[in-house]
């Protein structure tokens, strides 16, 4: 089986489970999305060893023999906690969905949805910096591999925002992958300087990020907060008022 046929069956598996879970009025099936039940089953088929409780009173996503695989569709804000009771006790995989290519479809009053409309923007393995920010500390750590998941899908959205056009402010309904473009995992500090776009001079600054990042707002800073803090990059010096940085794998 390629690798695109075993997508399109955890795809199904994802699906079907959700709806097996809705006809039986499953307690917490509200909570889980469909991106969240077709990770698990591309991850793990054996639905037997999803939503394992753990001695330590935990749940964890996946149970892979020793191993725990927590899928995280949201924000990370929550999950510091839980990664802090985990990693001593066994190797966990985080796993991170990032859409590659989007297609939004807009879902008006009426229920009637709009025809998929392409989103200018391209998703890179640097976007999960605002995720990072609130687990830099624990990137070191040994028991932990950040695997993190390019994928087109489609992404479905009510038309209640604030804005005019009822767009902005709008929320989020529902992500839906629809291909698997790239797996890419980071393991050991050394790593985690992949996360920084290429052609980057040696050493370089904020600026220099910023414009490789092609990426308006905090996203830059955060990226280097994060490499910063977790010990991946070294500040070498200043230029004029800027800091310079430096991989540490590249310094030792």
């Not at 993190?148 to 005019?164: K, P, Q, T, V």
């Not at 910023?210 to 070294?234: D, E, F, M």
């Amino acid at each position: 089986m390629d690798g695109n046929e075993a997508f399109e069956r955890a795809r199904l598996a994802g699906m079907l489970s959700l709806r097996r879970a809705e006809e039986r009025g499953s307690i917490g099936v509200k909570q889980e999305r469909s991106l969240h039940a077709i990770l698990k089953y591309w991850l793990q088929p054996d639905d037997a060893l999803h939503e394992q409780k753990l001695p330590c009173g935990l749940i964890a996503d996946i149970l892979d023999g020793d191993r725990v695989i927590e899928i995280q569709t949201g924000g990370f804000s929550r999950l510091r906690t839980k990664l802090e009771r985990l990693l001593p006790l066994y190797p966990v995989t985080v796993v991170y969905p990032i859409p590659h290519r989007k297609r939004l479809i807009w879902m008006g009053e009426d229920g009637e949805l709009s025809a998929p409309h392409p989103s200018p923007k391209k998703g890179e393995v640097w976007d999960v910096a605002p995720e990072l920010v609130f687990i830099p500390r624990l990137l070191s750590h040994k028991n932990l591999t950040l695997r993190l998941m390019l994928l087109d899908m489609d992404e479905y959205r009510a038309l209640d925002g604030w804005s005019r056009d009822k767009k902005r402010g709008s929320h989020r309904m529902e992500r839906i992958p629809t291909a698997l473009i790239e797996t890419v995992d980071f393991q050991g500090i050394a790593d985690y300087c992949r996360l920084l776009p290429q052609g980057l001079p040696d050493p370089f600054t904020s600026a220099d990020v910023t414009r490789a990042c092609r990426r308006r707002g905090k996203l830059p800073q955060q990226l280097l907060y994060v490499l910063h803090t977790s010990g991946a990059i070294i500040r070498t010096g200043k230029k004029s008022n800027a800091y310079l940085y430096r991989c540490k794998n590249k310094i030792l």
